[in-house]
């Protein structure tokens, strides 16, 4: 990879963060209605999931042009780790003590900057999986059916990394589970579905993460292959299934929020099946469209956007999707972040013919 091609690809995330981080702090302090209080809040810490991608992007990198050190190893996954405990943190200390009942913008704000800290843990476990990222294409070329390379994870260490996503992922599906079976109230039917897409989240990255560690420990199979990929689909289609759903139905007002950020989220999915479809696409064979991968995250991120500026039209008439407007900007730059990260496994693994 050509060194400023590279440092383009590494300030792609570190821009979205700044777009999330400056957008989402506008709005925070644009005015004291419920509406900015929990957008400017959960874009604001969308930036987070960004600066984590980043985090992903520099370990990749730096192993790509020769660089990587033991200081890399441990400074980018303990930054991305750090990022999610603050995110998770903060989002607890708002909806503590908070009443789900009615219309409470700090009970909403709060789990959803909860469930992005459970994204950010699933994205730093993806960063610290990829240190051994150059054993990747190196596997990938060897003869299937050989034992683990030296260099690998240890057995431990591949048991806590697998077991991570798949925990903060049952924490997300917990959390919006028990909001959809409590009474029903405006801000418990918002954080149940919208913190279920959140789940989603992590769950699409539970295959990126043991896609990555299959792939280092030379255990990828023709069932990962399908499995992984499988599982991605199957959470975008859902996400984008039941916010079509809620928008159809729209019962009460509160169901359009709700409705448009469930879209978004289910277009975070399907960048994230780029990622664990090229792995899975380019894993010992040739991929001769393999370059054209990346260009998955730029459509939903275009959608993302294209969405949102239908939605902040509607919202001069409709306030009840000022807060989705909002939150659908953040998810496109998510998904633009997601670009790079693809873009960059695609110069590290594939090789078109």
Known sequence: MNYWVSVIFRAIPLAMMGVCVGFG???????????????????????????????????????????FNAVDRVLYPALGYLAAVGTAAYGSYVFAGASGSGQNPEYVAGHVVFGLGLICGCVATVATASTKFSLIPRNSARPPGG???????SRGSVLVLAAVPVLLAAIAWT????????????????VGHVVSGLAMICTSLIGLVWSILRQVQDSYGARDRLWWPGLVIV??????????????????????????????????????????????????????????????????????????????????????????????????AVCFTLYSIVSILESGTSSSG
């Not at 506008?26 to 987070?48: E, K």
């Open 25 to 67: 702090v506008y709005v925070w302090n644009a005015g004291d209605a419920p509406g900015n209080f929990v957008a400017g809040r959960v874009v604001t810490f969308l930036g987070a999931i960004c600066l984590c991608l980043f985090c992903t992007a520099a370990t990749i990198i730096r192993q790509l042009i020769g660089r």
């Open 147 to 153: 034992r683990p390379p030296a260099e690998a994870f």
């Open 175 to 190: 959390f919006g589970i028990v909001n959809l079976a409590l009474p029903s109230s405006p801000s418990r039917f918002t």
């Open 235 to 332: 959470m975008g289609a859902a996400a984008l299934v039941w916010g079509i759903a809620l928008l159809i139905l729209d019962e009460e007002p509160y169901y359009r929020t709700p409705g448009f950020v469930m879209i978004g989220l289910g277009l975070v999915c399907f960048s994230i099946l780029s990622k664990v479809g090229l792995l899975a696409l380019v894993w010992r064979r040739t991929f001769s469209l393999a370059d054209r991968v990346p260009l998955i995250p730029i459509v939903t991120a275009l959608s993302c956007l294209f969405l949102a500026a239908f939605v902040f039209q509607a919202a001069f008439t409709d306030s009840n999707v000022f807060i989705a407007a909002h939150v659908l900007v953040g998810l496109g």
